[in-house]
């Protein structure tokens, strides 16, 4: 009965583990997929030559109530053709907008949206591996914790126990480059990345691009150049539209292949 009672007590938790992780990273992988969304919109609307999108807006009963009685006190009831103009207001606003857009911005949207990107390919790798070792903690490497009786007493869980640590070794996997913290998270988890994620040299590529666009305002520099040796300095690397949505989808695809690899080495299965 002992055994039973613990090996379900066992399932429990792995099952809490897995949902923890999914959590995390199907929260990340949404974020992407509002950026593919916005990418669609930037496509059509600022890049595209044809009318631009309509968003509709519509006034809410208690709006159009409102707006009712103001304009029965002065007298006159509003018409449908008065209240239609209202609720294309914001719409023009945006016509006007998005062409301003279109004559001096087009080129700017696609490499603010690869930063985003980066950013949150980053953000995610931060806080999954933190969850990972807070929740596996015998996967931390380095010197053990010392903690006094008093300390663990007034530690609400063992994940906040380990959180700190947990926090400090994710900073030190995370320094560098990409090619620095993926081949320390490889070591650190024993996965393989670089040879098995079929869009590796994508998502590598994005990551320098994004330091050139962020720090040389899109021009190649000497670092760039060293990782790819056929590009030469000064070259101009503005993204367009279709290079940001592979750069996206290739980190939505690495944000599940790493939650894969990574729970089937914890034993918790894809």
């Known amino acids: 009965m002992v055994t039973e009672r613990a090996a379900r007590e066992v399932d429990q938790c792995s099952e809490a583990i897995r949902a923890c992780l999914q959590e995390i990273s199907g929260r990340h992988r949404g974020s992407l997929l509002v950026l593919t969304e916005f990418l669609d919109f930037v496509r059509k609307n600022i890049e595209g030559a044809g009318p631009i999108e309509l968003i509709p807006v519509e006034l809410t009963v208690e709006q159009r109530a409102k707006l009712q009685a103001y304009d029965t006190t002065r007298g006159k009831a509003p018409t449908d053709d008065a209240l239609r103009r209202l609720e294309t207001k914001d719409i023009v606003e945006w016509q006007k907008v998005a062409a301003v857009f279109r004559t001096e911005f087009r080129n700017l949207l696609p490499a603010m949206v690869l ?103 899109g021009t190649a520099d000497s670092r760039y150049c060293r990782k790819y040796p056929s590009v030469e300095a000064g070259t101009r690397l503005t993204p367009d539209t279709p290079y940001v949505l592979q750069a996206t989808e290739s980190t939505s695809q690495f944000i599940h292949f790493l939650n894969v690899r990574i729970t089937t080495k914890i034993g918790l299965g894809a």
């Open 115 to 217: 930063v985003y990107v980066v950013a949150v390919y980053e953000a995610f790798l931060k806080d999954y591996l933190e969850a990972v070792l807070c929740l596996r903690p015998g996967m931390m490497k380095g010197p053990k914790m010392e903690v006094s009786a008093g300390e663990v007493c007034d530690i609400d869980s063992l994940v906040a126990l380990y959180a700190p640590q947990a926090q400090q070794t994710v900073d030190k996997l995370l320094r560098g480059g990409i090619d620095c913290h993926v081949d320390r998270i490889q070591e650190q988890f024993g996965i393989r990345i670089v040879g098995d994620f079929a869009y590796w040299e994508t998502l590598r590529e994005a990551y320098y691009r994004r330091n050139v666009i962020v720090h040389h305002s």
